[in-house]
């Protein structure tokens, strides 16, 4: 199923008048969110030729992939369906900071092979680095405001100019009187606020959905993408770990996270250390080796388990930009905004399913998973599925070995099980585990990306035995197993 | 006994540093012309010799505070567009007037306010006049040469709401203004554009 992208803005459910009325129950929600934050009418009209035409493609991404859930169901519930979306998409189009929900979205579903050529991707990429939507004289009063002096005193240099956008706002390279090169990023004015609110309009127009049967699993969608959005609007927190995750790696592991400056950040503005290198896309187009491949592979593997077993984070954000790959062939690790810190309840379920899930043992695996996601005897296709999932997911690390991550068939198995995961909400149990297989998911599309062969099980092994835990109780039931 | 215009200089900033205080302290509407002239060490008879009202002390503050604001501004390098000379313009003020904010609000309802021409005509303009010479000078060299008294009262609107926004503005940093005022001169600056466009 490859579609392109004009396609699919055809296939955008077609805009009618009869939307007027439901933005009418809108309108007092909508007042009261004027009265304490303008409508960004300006910036619209800025959109237009950059921003609205990247929304629109994730959005119709988006839409897609909703239509898919509404396939089993009958016609009038799609249309329902449908018409749902359509309002949604019109608020949407009047709510300039939920584009970057959207976008976020579309970044999400830059990992779908199946419905995100890596034309789109490319795409995304591009509009992406085109769009700086704040001009000097706003940034620098921002620096200002939040640095307590202009740009100009308070840096050696600053570069007016954007060279990356982020979603809430952009990356300036700068230097330091320290003669420290750093990349500086700034929020767009109130937005962190703005979106609780926009969030709040969006649901306002998607309650009328509520009643198909697909809702749950569509608002488990949204509240991940609330967290994860929340999460990112918050520099200060997103700066502290990056500082954790730092102190993690050393210069042998080949992988570094940028340092933050703190007397040069604040809750609006990060400012860290500039990495120089290239994103995974862009790796990718130079036609690099095998073993180049493999050797990126391993750092992003190596990263995420250092960053699970030693630092107690779950990195989950595995978009393509948010690895580069430096000119000195470090693994760059960017974007800590969005983190499951794994706390004592949860570290304790992670020693738990470890081993069950690394035998590749259906018996063992699944008394773990009917405890860990809440399923009951009588569940059998619940329970089919998230043993399914889980040996697809834990499959590169229970069978050892060299992994071949660009077998296709392999990776699209995973796809059909995460969307049928995602369309049941077989996955809602615990409030992370969604998120946690969105993670899953997103490592193993990466790697995939990177066509990559990599032994995941002997990195995974190695970096648990850094922190300390003691196996050696695993190893004789596993060979009596075996046997 | 005759006063040098040194001594009456001198006698004029203390009532200004003096209400700046008071107001600071006490909030405008607590504070009285009485107050004033105590805490500057003058009779209150005195300082009507100075200032009418406490609006023409606040004026003169403001005054102040825009004329620093106009070097500042005329000291930047800008080749930037539209809209966003204008920002830099009015973030320039802000800064400025930054002391003065709560007390800007019975300004926007006397000498800036958009009906102030037509309701009192024997107000003084100056501030408005010299803040629009500016807007006008900006305008022409983004190419509008003409800009006309539809356009003007359309620019003033924004600028007094943008300012009453600001007065009452209990976001961190203000920063609501900020995104307020990048949008609506974008809103302004793109529509004056297309209009000189369509003229021509
Ligand atoms: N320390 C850094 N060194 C070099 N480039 C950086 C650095 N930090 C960010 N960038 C560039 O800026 C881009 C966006 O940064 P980041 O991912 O942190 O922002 P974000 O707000 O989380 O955006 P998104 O979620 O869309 O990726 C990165 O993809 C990268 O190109």
């Known amino acids: 199923m490859a579609l392109n992208v004009s396609e699919l803005l055809t296939a955008l459910p077609q805009e009618t008048d009869e939307i007027t009325t439901p933005v009418v129950t809108g309108v007092p929600a909508l007042l009261s969110r004027a009265s304490y934050q ?13 921003g609205t035409l990247q929304a629109k493609i994730a959005a119709a991404y988006l839409f897609h992939w909703l239509r898919g859930w509404f396939k089993s169901s009958d016609d009038n519930q799609r249309l329902l369906a449908e018409t749902h979306w359509r309002t949604a998409l019109r608020v949407l189009d009047s709510m300039t900071y939920l584009r970057g929900a959207v976008m976020k979205i579309g970044q999400t579903l830059a990992n779908f092979p199946d419905i995100a050529p890596v034309a789109f991707v490319d795409t995304l990429e591009r509009l992406h680095f085109d769009a700086p939507p704040m001009h000097w004289s706003l940034l620098r009063e921002m620096v200002h405001n939040e640095l307590e002096d202009d740009p100009e005193s308070r840096f050696a240099s600053f570069d007016k100019q954007a060279f990356a956008a982020a979603s809430l ?35 306002l127009f998607l309650l009328p959905a509520r009643l198909s049967k697909d809702w749950d699993s569509t608002k488990d969608q949204f509240d991940d993408l609330r967290r994860r959005l929340e999460l990112e609007t918050d520099y200060e927190l997103e700066a502290a770990n990056l500082q954790k995750a730092r102190a993690l790696f050393h210069a042998a592991d080949g992988i570094v996270v940028p340092r933050v400056f703190t007397q040069f950040s604040t809750g609006r503005i990060l400012t860290m250390e500039r990495l120089e290198g290239v994103h995974i896309t862009q790796f ?28 107690r984070m779950l990195y989950v954000d595995f978009h393509p930009g948010n690895f580069l790959i430096c000119d000195d062939g470090r693994l760059g690790v960017l974007d800590f905004g969005f983190i499951v810190p794994l706390d004592d309840t949860e570290w304790e379920w992670f020693r738990k399913i470890d081993r069950p899930l690394t035998t590749g043992l259906r018996e063992d695996r699944l008394p773990i998973l009917k405890a860990w996601s809440d399923i009951g005897d009588d569940e059998t296709e619940r329970l089919r599925l998230n043993d399914e999932y889980a040996e697809w997911s834990w499959l590169s690390r229970y069978r050892g070995g060299e992994f071949d991550f660009s077998n296709e068939a392999e990776f699209r198995r995973g796809i059909n099980l995460f969307t049928e995961m995602v369309r049941r909400r077989y996955s ?9 297989a969105r993670g899953q998911f997103a490592w193993w599309s990466i790697l995939f990306q990177l066509k990559a062969k990599v032994d995941v099980r002997s990195i995974a092994e190695e970096e648990i035995k850094a922190t300390g835990w003691d196996r050696s109780e695993y190893t004789p039931r596993e060979v009596q197993e075996v046997q | 006994m005759r006063i040098t215009a040194e001594e009456k200089n001198a006698t004029r900033r203390r009532i200004l540093d003096a209400a700046v205080e008071l107001f600071r302290t006490h909030g405008f509407d607590a504070t009285t012309t009485r107050d004033i002239a105590r805490a500057a060490e003058i009779a209150t008879g005195t300082l009507f010799n100075y200032f009418d009202t406490k609006e023409a002390i606040i004026g003169q503050l403001a005054s102040e505070s825009f004329g620093k604001a106009r070097l500042a501004f005329a000291k930047q390098e800008l080749q930037a567009g539209l809209d966003e000379e204008l920002f830099a313009l009015v973030v320039a003020e802000l800064r400025q007037l930054k002391l003065l904010r709560k007390f800007i609000t019975p300004l ?19 501030l408005r006049v010299e803040h629009l010479e500016l807007v006008v000078g900006i305008a022409k060299r983004h190419g509008i040469t003409e800009i006309s008294p539809v356009s003007i009262q359309m620019y003033w609107s924004i600028y007094i709401g943008v300012l009453a926004f600001w007065a009452e503005d209990q ?17 302004f600056a793109a529509w004056l554009l297309n209009s000189a466009g369509e003229s021509q």
């Open chain 1, 38 to 50: 303008p409508v960004p009418v300006g910036r619209i009209r800025r959109l237009t030729a950059l």
């Open chain 1, 169 to 203: 706002g952009q990356v300036h390279r700068a230097r330091l009187f320290s003669g420290d090169e750093v990349a500086v990023k700034i929020q767009y004015p109130g937005i962190a606020r703005s979106i609780e609110a926009d969030f709040r309009n969006l649901f």
């Open chain 1, 284 to 311: 990718m187009a130079r036609n690099p080796s095998q073993e180049e491949r493999n050797n990126i592979a391993k750092k992003i593997v190596r990263a995420w388990y250092r960053l699970m077993y030693s630092g």
């Open chain 1, 428 to 436: 809602r149990a615990r409030p992370n585990t969604p998120t946690i």
């Open chain 2, 108 to 126: 926007l309802e006397t000498v800036l306010c958009p009906l102030a021409s037509a309701r009192r005509p024997g107000m003084d303009h100056s």
């Open chain 2, 171 to 187: 976001s961190p940093k203000q920063e609501d203004t900020l995104a307020l005022l990048d949008q609506s001169l974008r809103m």
